[in-house]
């Protein structure tokens, strides 16, 4: 059974960072591409960045990037999102997701989602 549980989300001031994992078991996590999605209340979900499976290559979406990373332990199984500098914009549900192969394709379906952590930044 593919699980992908995030964990880091919370409430936190204005400037502040935050560090989002998510924990990956029962696929091949080094053959898999993985996304960070976030969705606003109301919103369509949106791609926040992507890693490829070997983790050397990364997009951060222009509006983040700078204050947003994406990293990816394969020995570990886990994803994160390092998120600096937060503002109430930032607050949302954040989700990972998962695409077999080597890179992301946002016009792709990805293959496996975690349910989400909630992230609330206070002004």
């Known amino acids: 059974q593919v699980q992908l549980v995030e964990s880091g989300g919370g409430s936190i001031q204005a400037g502040g960072s935050l560090r989002l994992s998510c924990t990956v078991s029962g696929l091949a996590f080094s053959a898999h591409c993985m996304a960070w999605f976030r969705q606003f209340p109301g919103k369509e979900r949106e791609c926040v960045g992507t890693?490829?499976?070997?983790?050397?290559?990364?997009y951060i979406k222009e509006a983040v990037r700078g204050r947003f990373t994406i990293e990816k332990n394969n020995a570990a199984n886990t994803l994160y999102l390092q998120m600096r500098n937060l503002t109430p914009e930032d607050t949302g549900t954040y989700y990972c997701?998962?695409?077999?192969?080597?890179?992301?394709?946002?016009?792709?379906?990805?293959?496996?989602w975690g349910q989400g952590t909630q992230v609330t930044v206070l002004s």
């Open positions: 890693i490829s499976s070997d983790a050397t290559t990364i």
């Open positions: 997701a998962a695409q077999s192969g080597t890179y992301c394709y946002l016009r792709e379906a990805f293959d496996f």
